[in-house]
């Protein structure tokens, strides 16, 4: 395994470090799919990253914005993630994320059991999947 420099790291644990995925696989993931764009170019989990650059990470319905102040050395707190990265998400895509929480109001009765094939179908619509 080669060394990381203290310039750049790659982009999927860069990801993970700042807190954008859970883990490292779902950062790893992302990137296969194309949800992660640097320079307007979707990117695969190897590339590298340096202090300064913008990334734009897709997380259905909200397309976020980065600028990278520094990279870390390690996974960070959540407290000082803020010394890392620097939002950039426009107010619009922020409004579409409360949109979407507002309107997700769902509940199932207790000992109604799983939902039918129909019923799965008509919430995967009404989710917009």
Request: charged letters at 40%.
């Amino acid at each position: 395994m080669r060394e990381e420099t203290g310039t750049g790291q790659r982009i999927d644990k860069f990801l993970w470090s700042v807190r954008i995925y859970k883990t490292r696989s779902m950062a790893t993931e992302a990137c296969k799919k194309g949800r992660v764009i640097i320079n307007d170019i979707p990117v695969k989990p190897s590339r590298q990253v340096t202090a300064g650059e913008i990334i734009k990470v897709k997380k259905t319905p909200v397309l976020y914005g980065y600028k990278i102040r520094e990279i870390p050395s390690s996974r960070v707190s959540a407290k000082v993630v803020d010394a890392y990265l620097e939002d950039q998400t426009p107010e619009e895509e922020k409004i579409k994320l409360d949109m979407k929480q507002k309107t997700q109001v769902l509940y199932r009765y207790k000992g109604t059991g799983r939902p039918t094939k129909k019923e799965r179908r008509d919430l995967d619509r009404l989710m917009d999947k």
